[in-house]
T-cell receptor, first 111, second 114 residues
Framework: DAKTTQPPSMDCAEGRAANLPCNHS???????VYWYRQIHSQGPQYIIH???NNETNEMASLIITEDRKSSTLILPHATLRDTAVYYC????????????FGTGTRLQVTL | DTEVTQTPKHLVMGMTNKKSLKCEQH?????MYWYKQKAKKPPELMFV???????INESVPSRFSPECPNSSLLNLHLHALQPEDSALYLC?????????????FGQGTRLTVV
């Protein structure tokens, strides 16, 4: 599995954009980048994923660099309910492939 | 329906007890997963089932015994656990067979071993 590196914690003011970085310098050409988040004591929640193009959905945007060695998850208007641990994961190939969590970034959204 | 249902939500068991955790999904997913999560740590993969067959066992002790009786159900049988096995146990499912499919997680069973 490609390893990912994320800052352990970040703060963001409510209403502002939260930009969460992730390094995955050993990613292989056919591995996708996934983002999940886990709000306290709940199961992880899927946010978004991508291969090499930027992606956007109703929750967030994912920006992947051209060399695919890093990515940024963007929450355009963070709210208090976005306070969570955010995990950047590189998905291994396989019929039922592993989803291996790193240590993640604890995002605290404040008033 | 994008729900993965885990029961029970909470479980307290003694070290000599036998208990089971249950996970159910009705999304037609053919890959199902068990994770263990200790406090303030990321989820750790335990087992992966693909098309009802065990495909990945992450060197989990034999006191944890998974079972996939059909494509919608996943059980985790527990026997002779230790207090350090107390954790949040998470179940997940995904479509399987394809690379870029998201996994859906249940809310977990919080297990306490006394």
């Amino acid at each position: 599995d490609a390893k990912t590196t994320q800052p352990p914690s970040m703060d963001c003011a409510e209403g502002r954009a939260a930009n969460l970085p992730c390094n995955h310098s050993t990613i292989s050409g056919n591995e996708y980048v996934y983002w999940y988040r886990q709000i306290h004591s709940q199961g992880p929640q899927y946010i978004i994923h991508g291969l090499k193009n930027n992606e956007t959905n109703e929750m967030a945007s994912l920006i992947i660099t051209e060399d695919r060695k890093s990515s940024t998850l963007i929450l355009p208007h963070a709210t208090l309910r976005d306070t969570a641990v955010y995990y950047c994961i590189v998905r291994v190939t396989g019929t039922a492939s592993k989803l291996t969590f790193g240590t993640g970034t604890r995002l605290q959204v404040t008033l | 329906d994008t729900e993965v249902t885990q029961t029970p939500k909470h479980l307290v068991m003694g070290m000599t007890n036998k208990k089971s955790l249950k996970c159910e999904q009705h999304m037609g997913h053919r890959a199902m997963y068990w994770y263990k999560q200790k406090a303030k740590k990321p989820p750790e993969l335990m087992f992966v089932y693909s098309y009802e067959k065990l495909s990945i066992n992450e060197s989990v002790p034999s006191r944890f015994s998974p079972e996939c009786p059909n494509s919608s159900l996943l059980n985790l049988h527990l026997h002779a656990l230790q207090p350090e096995d107390s954790a949040l146990y998470l179940c997940a499912s995904s479509r399987g067979g394809a690379l870029n499919t998201e996994a859906f997680f249940g809310q977990g069973t919080r297990l306490t071993v006394v």
